[in-house]
């Protein structure tokens, strides 16, 4: 697997396997191919090959945020799923909601890394508060962290894109700023 610096940034090790991620819009991730913003704006099916008895956490994170130049925020929280039972994502435990690309405009190419961590045991949510709804609260995750706080070990399998501003990403932050106004 091309990690193109996946490993060391994000993680330690590169996973084993391969997930097979598919956006309802036919996109589909294959290791650092671009894709557009609009192709990833809706929540994907996520796939590998699973023990049904275990349970999973699945993980996506922008590492380039603003720039992959200058990662201020170092990594941006896409998505964060836990207590998957086997790989039916849909049946684990929802912490951050999935969130489409919006990289900002001028900063070339960000990189979305999903990575899933069989668990020990299952996680106990309750002390997860608030779960992560705002945008401000994606900011400056850190897998390393969750990784050691929840001892989760090394990736069992991941995957990752590459996507760039486009016209979508204007649509996309705007809606987010009318959702965080409701709040």
């Not at 998505?79 to 919006?102: D, H, K």
């Amino acid at each position: 697997m091309d990690t193109s610096g996946i490993v060391p940034d994000i993680i330690d090790v590169i996973p084993k396997a391969r997930l097979e991620v598919s956006y309802p819009s036919g996109a589909k991730v294959e290791l650092g191919k671009e894709i557009t913003p609009i192709e990833v704006k809706d929540e994907p099916t996520v796939t590998w090959e699973a023990d049904n008895d275990a349970l999973y956490t699945l993980i996506m994170v922008d590492p380039d945020a603003p720039s992959r130049a200058e990662p201020t925020f170092r990594e941006i929280l896409h998505w964060l799923v836990v207590n998957i039972p086997g790989n039916e994502v849909t049946q684990g435990e929802t912490i951050a909601a999935y969130a489409g690309s919006a990289p900002p405009q001028g900063t070339g190419l960000h990189r979305y890394i999903f990575l899933v961590f069989k668990q020990a045991g299952k996680i106990d949510t309750t002390n997860i508060n608030p779960k992560i709804t705002t945008r401000e609260g994606r900011r400056n995750a850190n897998t390393r962290q969750y990784i050691a706080k929840y001892n989760l070990g090394e990736p069992v399998a991941g995957n990752f894109y590459q996507a760039q501003y486009d016209d979508y990403v204007g649509i996309l932050r705007a809606k987010w700023a009318s959702e965080a106004n409701k709040a």
